[in-house]
């Protein structure tokens, strides 16, 4: 994407304030998947996201084995032989790893252990404790049905089949499917690249004194944590004065070396907010207003090759902001099927809600059951969009669409919980 046309600048009604799902479709649709993919041992490829087809090299299970303990022997041989109690020689045992070495004849049996290879000429297993044994026989008093216990070669997987897709993340059952059909190592998508920083007078890095008017920056921590869920190699650039020479040389170093660069503060209407001035001047604005609370301020384009968001600088609106449209664009980046965020449930929210209809507002709640198991949420109260505290009290956004009005208790929300995404 060069052209400055290509960014779809100009918005059919509103040209300042964006619709949370017309940001998204854009954010999508101009974020490229990494093409560069590489080989990675599989102890490597934890949640990194497969860039090829995979498919079964052989049968699975390759060979047919018994499912439990017991005895394997062939079926119309009892039934030639019943009703009433039928005794079998037995003639040796079948373990896992180490088959029995032999065809068994008529009205014969051998003792097999669960996963050992079926001896040629049987074609069922009883389980050990529906009959009588001793060391050289067993006795069978009931009916079995032919093939009772068995598993199938290819009963799981035939050979050829495709067991996992380009653009599945590789999670721990993957990984185990993977080792299981003999793969040592995965071909999977480069991580993407991402270089954040934080801009503002006021800031300040940890362990460095504060004076009036200064405070910590925090937001660099909470971006790092949430990329680093997402298991991207990151850059942080620090904090960046409020200097129009600063913020244009940290955006020059930051495209060179990221796939995506971040930045919180500085995107507002303020005459010290020069990051989106900057972002005009060297690359291509695309949005910087959504109509979201809180998180009204995103400046979302590109400098250079590189994909850019500017986040607002409030603690809460960038944790907001980085799940709706960083997050899905980053997946996306990545290679990934299905970047969308977690599914929505449904609850019912025990606490009153004030809203206006127009646009999209998240708050901070807590999701749990009440003494009738049934799932309820509650906000955490002040809704500030500075107060990071409320955050970390909550485990889940009660998210109001944006033609919702206000609500009362017990009305039934969407409910957006943080596991998979904090």
Known sequence: MNARAELDICYAGDPELLPVAEANRRIIAHTPVIEHTELVPLNAALNRILAEDLRAPHDVPNHTNAAVDGFAYRH??????????????????????????????????????????????????????????????????????????????????????VVLRTGMRLMPAELGLLASLGHAHA?????????????????????EPLTAGEVYDSNRYTLRGMLNRLDVEV????????????????????????????????????????????????????????????????????????????????????????YEFVQPALRRMMGERDP???????????????????????????????????????????????????????NCFIVLAEACESLEPGSWVDVHPFFGLV
Not at 105 to 130: C, F, K
Not at 136 to 151: F, K, L, Q
Not at 248 to 274: N, P
Request: aromatic residues 6%.
């Open 235 to 322: 850059f942080d650039l620090g904090v960046v004065r409020d200097e129009p020479e600063q913020i244009e040389a940290t955006f020059r170093r930051a495209a060179s070396m990221a796939d995506v660069v971040l930045s919180s503060g500085g995107v507002s209407t303020g005459e010290a907010d020069y990051v989106k001035q900057t972002l005009e001047s060297m690359g291509q604005v695309g949005f910087w207003k959504i109509a979201i609370r809180p998180g009204r301020p995103l400046a979302f384009g590109r400098l250079g090759d590189a994909v850019f968001f500017g986040l607002p600088g409030n603690p809460v609106a960038v944790m907001v902001t980085f």
């Open 187 to 207: 071909r999977v998508f480069r991580r993407p690249r991402v270089a954040f920083f934080s801009t503002g007078d006021e800031l300040r890095s940890i362990g």
């Open 76 to 161: 119309a041989d009892v039934e030639r032989l019943g009703p009433g109690v039928v005794t079998l020689p037995v003639l040796g045992t079948a373990y896992a790893g180490r088959p029995f070495q032999g065809r068994l004849s008529a009205a014969q049996a051998v003792r097999i252990m669960t996963g050992a290879m079926l001896p040629e000429g049987a074609d069922t297993v009883i389980m050990q404790e529906q009959v009588e044994s001793d060391t050289d026989s067993v006795r069978i008093d009931r009916p079995v049905a032919s093939g009772a216990n068995v598993r199938h070669a290819g009963e799981d997987l035939r050979a050829g089949t």
């Open 340 to 394: 969308r965020p977690t599914p929505l449930v449904r609850a019912r929210c025990v606490s009153t809600l004030r809203k206006k209809p127009g646009r999209v507002e998240y708050y901070r709640a807590v999701l749990e059951r009440d003494e009738h198991d049934e799932l309820v949420v509650r906000t955490t109260g002040r809704t500030g969009s500075g107060l990071l505290h409320t955050m970390s009290d909550a």
